[in-house]
């Protein structure tokens, strides 16, 4: 693959990146993702010897940035012409050494809607099918636009408190407790392939 761009954008300005730091300032890039875990993760090892970003810009937290990779097929991704775009937020800096001509430090990179999770708590009651909460947290609690979402339709009603706990939480809660329509669908045609045999 070959790294297009790594926009760095200030919260103040979203439309335009601060700085690019593909090239030189980016050192070591780590991309996290895991199949239990809603959310996908990056930390970005960032050595600074000429735009001293982290005051001049300054680094506070919750900025975004947009990490864009070609993947050299000019298949899939963006418009099918293998390029793909990920978008994080700035949740932490970490390991900041200064030297008197340089610093380096870790961005700590998270998606957007992971942040969120962390600061959204659900109080009130949830009753409905069970695909269709999930839909509603994503979009009303965390954001997400209704093409991202690829959420499995279920047979499932379910009434549940939450008590405070994170949108996140309250789906992963939802996994064990749901049935596919997939597979109800599947039972059924069973069941009546069964009843043909005498």
Known sequence: YQVIE????????EQTPYVN????????????????WPAY???MVIQDNAENVISTMPIQGFEKV????DDLTGEGGLNDDGRYKYEFRVWNISNRVETERNQTYTLNLISEQGLRNEGTVINKI???????IVKKLLSDYLHVPEKL???????????????????????????HKTISEDIELKKDNKDESDSDII
């Open 6 to 13: 790594i926009g760095l954008y200030s919260v103040a300005n």
């Open 41 to 43: 993760a990056a930390t």
């Open 126 to 132: 949830l009753d409905d099918n069970a695909s269709k």
């Open 149 to 175: 979402m690829d959420v499995e339709n279920s047979v499932t009603n379910i009434k549940l408190l939450p008590t405070k706990k994170t949108p996140f939480t309250v789906v992963k809660s939802l996994l």
């Open 66 to 69: 947009i990490v864009e990779v």
């Open 21 to 36: 730091l593909a090239g030189d300032m980016c050192k070591q890039f780590q991309y996290f993702e895991d199949i239990t």
